[in-house]
């Protein structure tokens, strides 16, 4: 059987069904999830599904295999190379080397929402959520659809600090460093709240939720990437539940790292730890996302409210567009055809802006957006190609070479904490010059640092540097014998490993031997 999936600014259909669309979502992510729900559930043991892709800029033969959305040459490929290499549970090869690693230099992407695998759920975080249009990530930062923690009430406080070399723990069994990266660690922060934990960087800081035991409290911890010290702790009231964060959004210009609770957004100066907002939800808002460069509440309908000046402030959206961030006391949305506008509080939409396009190419989804750059696809001929605009003057910067392959469905990508580098698909993208290059055919990224990413080929976690090239190892372990990545500084990797409720975020440098 083959699933006909549509997908267009208004909404998104499987075989001539609607597909559910949630709030803050959007057609394009809710269909790739849909289409590979129900190839895994109608279809449990075809290991290829094929499906017609359809969108307004054309219709493409795709197919789901192993819980990938894929053009249908690459995942016959992919199928094939599965039928003839079969690697024992036992043996640990480097990728690449004694199991066939597929070719980064040829096909296409990953094109649609990859979901963790569900036999290793509480092993894998992907670090970025699906939001906005298409597959947008903001910045880096996951809209608020995040594990909920809650802290019951308690009169007991504090912060946990990090421990000594002699006290460093070892990672739990059967939760390894991933390949390229030593075991031993360079500190360790323990009590963490959530066993895969929001990270906030800044300035050389590590900021995330801990719990310490036996208090009930969850407290904002920073400690210096290089030495796991605290440098400033803040515990959040008692009863608290978080809902998003913590995030490092550029609120009013200035940097602050901000957690959604289900009744209020708290911020606070990313480098002193000082609380600097504090501001109740409104009561009639389904959820609250944060941005690279902005909070708004979601309510019914085109409904928003965004963080301004201290308030939440009314916006209403045009329909088919959805929010990016904040710039001034202006709410910046954008639609899938290469519209942006510039909303006011309160205000009419007015007019959008039309962005300036490749000759002959056709606007598709927005990307990512930072509080410098947006990034948006144009399609031509069965390919696509990233331009860069200035968040302000809305000028292109940059252009990428076209990819193949790519024709409007792009899954979850990274973008680093200093926002110099970004992975759409399986590709790095420089977000100063626009140089684009492939780093495997099977990627599906779990964490990015400053200079480096990580990603699932379906078997091990891989490694890949700033520039799109696989970091060799001489030992890989499988994924669900690796510890959960959370993200990394520009040295180590950061790994969460638990023992029952107990987590430890751990700071691993490269192994001495790769």
Known sequence: MQYHLRVDADGATINGVAVPVPEGSDPHSAASRAVIAAARREHPHDRLVPVLAETPQGAWRMAVVDGHLLPLEDAQRQQETASVTRVSP??????????????????????????????????????????????????????????????????????????????????????DAPGGWSTDAAWALEDIADPRPSLAMHDGLVITLTQPAGTGI??????????????????????????????????????RVVVATQDAVLAWDAVTGKQHVKVAVPSDAASVTTSAFGVWS????????????????????????????VLGRQLVVADTKGQV????????????????????????????????LLVTGWNRDQQLALRAFDLTTLKPRWTTRPQRGWQGFLPVIGVSPDRSWAIVANRTVDLRTGAIQTIAAKWSTVGISDTHAWGDDGRVILTCTKTGHLVHASH??????????????????????????????????????P
Request: net charge positive; charged share 15%.
């Open 218 to 255: 969850l407290t904002l911890t920073a400690v210096h990437a290089e030495t796991g010290e605290r440098a400033w702790s803040s515990p959040l009231p008692q009863g608290t539940t978080v809902t998003a964060g913590p995030s490092l959004i550029t609120l009013e210009g200035a940097a």
């Open 341 to 372: 506008w510039k909303l006011s509080a309160g205000k009419a939409a007015g007019k959008p802006t039309k962005l300036q396009g490749p000759k002959g190419w056709s606007p598709g989804t927005v990307v990512l957006a930072t509080d410098a």
């Open 476 to 513: 890989a372990p499988t994924k669900v014998d690796t510890a959960l990545i959370s993200g990394g500084t520009a040295d180590h990797v950061l790994v969460t490993g638990s023992i029952a409720n107990n987590s430890t975020l751990y700071c691993l440098p490269r192994a001495t031997r």
């Open 298 to 325: 979601n309510h019914s309908g085109q409904r928003r409210r965004a963080l301004i000046g201290g308030t939440f402030q009314p916006f209403t959206l045009p329909k088919g567009t959805s929010p990016l961030g």
């Open 90 to 175: 036992m043996d640990s090869p480097a990728p690449g080397t004694a199991r066939a690693q597929p070719t980064p230099t040829r096909g296409g992407p990953l094109l649609g929402y990859d979901p963790p695998d569900r036999a290793s759920v509480s092993r894998r975080q992907v670090l970025l959520g699906a939001g906005g249009i298409g597959v947008l990530a903001l910045g880096g930062i996951g809209t608020s659809a995040l594990t909920k923690r809650s802290a019951p009430s308690s009169s007991a406080s504090g912060a946990p600090t990090p421990t000594t070399r002699k006290q460093i723990p070892a990672l739990p069994d059967g939760q």
